[in-house]
């Protein structure tokens, strides 16, 4: 497989360093990409740097994942407005084992193959480099005004806050992590997104210039995602998406991928998935032939949850999507533990009863818990037929809400309308 050519198709190359598709058709070739130790939890904004080394190792090079212990201390000031808070050791240490652990469930690390992935940590060869070190070993090769004539640096330091002589020397630190690898383990290339450009290349000229012309690097990066609508990518109405399940259950991560627009759904399906290209475009045609039944959304959901979180996860998902917002489904909700009905009920508006309320009219029930605003109204709805109890649609105002409706022993679940949902906690 020609990895350039895969990527091009995909829409994830932005920028590439002469020579870097000659270097990847000679020969297997070692190549990292660097991973900011800021949580203990990567998110779906760190997916595409974990595709690009996946995309690596099944072209039948060698990926390496570089977490950064030491640059973490400082902080990447790249397109950044303000200088980053700076994480103690215990953090880092904390932070680092959680990415560990979520990289080697994407990358192969099987000793035996000649690509297998690693995990590095810069910190392992920065702990004993001093100060001095640094100045005379890779400060006297690269010049101030080759720094200042970066994109990054030149807008912080034309900005308000100006920029610390901590972050000035970042690109450094990160091209002597690239000069490091080069020199202990034959790393020839680095890739990364599109605003890390200016950093990877300082590390290409460090190994040029340290070596004297004689050691080849390369790099790419790949392009930075928005959504169609200009904002930014990775983010829900809650925040960050993450790929830790204790952060965004894996209901929630299947949810963000299935409600994309059509515009982004063509774009991330060719990112996110390995489906080849024939197969994207023949969805493609067949999604706009009836984009009502958001066959890419659908297609593409179930590909990154299962990637992410595996077949079981993804399954689980889409039954409960299927009993908030589909028919007949009272089974399905009855079927659910505790853990799994709050999962799915995440961020469904939760009113709180007393036990001593059991035995009320529906009625009453719905106006006393605050539901509905008053009887009247509540009385209307049900004679209207819009209003459920655990997906079963209420025939009668006479109906009685028992303990015979609990989930789990303490939940109703309450529907006014077509999407009004409340989750009711009897105490």
Avoid at 289 to 295: D, G, K, S, T, Y
Avoid at 321 to 333: I, P, R
């Amino acid at each position: 497989m020609n990895l350039i050519e895969e990527l091009r198709w995909r829409g994830m190359l932005q920028d590439i360093m002469p020579g870097t598709e000659e270097q990847l058709q000679k020969e297997m070739t070692s190549g990292y990409i660097g991973f900011d130790p800021t949580a203990d939890s990567l998110h779906i904004g760190s997916l595409v740097p974990i595709l690009l080394l996946v995309h690596l190792q099944r072209a039948g090079h060698k990926p390496i994942a570089l977490v950064g212990g030491a640059t973490g201390m400082v902080g990447d000031p790249s397109f950044k407005a303000e200088e980053r808070k700076m994480l103690d050791e215990a953090t880092l240490a904390h932070n680092l084992a959680g990415i560990r652990a979520q990289l080697e469930r994407f990358l192969d690390f099987d000793v035996s193959r000649p690509n297998a992935a690693e995990i590095v940590n810069n910190y392992d060869w920065f702990r004993n480099f001093t100060f001095l070190d640094f100045i005379r070993e890779v400060g006297k090769h690269i010049t101030v005004n080759y720094m200042m004539a970066k994109d990054s640096v030149r807008k912080r330091l034309e900005g308000d806050n100006g920029m610390s002589f901590t972050e000035f020397t970042y690109q450094l630190i990160q091209g002597h992590d690239f000069y490091h690898l080069f020199s202990h383990k034959n790393v020839k290339l680095q890739m990364g997104g599109s605003d890390q450009w200016g950093n990877i290349v300082t590390g290409t000229e460090l190994i040029r210039r340290r070596t004297a012309g004689a050691g080849e690097a390369f790099a790419f990066t790949c392009k930075l995602l928005t959504k169609s609508d200009g904002s930014k990518f990775g983010k829900s109405e809650g925040g960050n998406v993450w790929l830790d399940r204790n952060k965004t259950s894996p209901y929630k991560f299947y949810q963000f991928w299935l409600n994309v627009t059509d515009e982004d759904a063509a774009r991330f399906i060719k990112i996110f998935t390995f489906l080849d290209e024939a197969t994207i475009s023949d969805m493609i045609t067949r999604h706009a032939e009836a984009p009502h039944q958001r066959l890419l959304q659908k297609e593409l959901a179930k590909q990154v949850t299962v990637f992410v979180h595996g077949e079981g996860d993804y399954e689980f998902a889409v039954k409960a999507s299927e009993m908030l917002f589909g028919n007949n489904t009272a089974e399905l909700l009855n079927s659910l533990d505790e853990a799994q009905l709050l999962e799915v009920l995440e961020g469904v508006e939760q009113v709180k009863v007393a036990r001593a309320d059991l035995g009320k009219d529906i009625v009453s029930f719905a106006a006393d818990s605050g539901i509905f605003p008053s009887k009247g109204e509540a009385r209307k709805m049900v004679q209207n037929g819009g209003v459920s109890i655990n997906k079963q649609k209420v025939e009668a105002i006479e109906t009685t809400v028992t303990e015979a409706h609990l989930l789990n022993g303490k939940y109703i679940l309450v529907q006014k309308g077509k999407r009004n949902y409340y989750l009711v906690v009897v105490a």
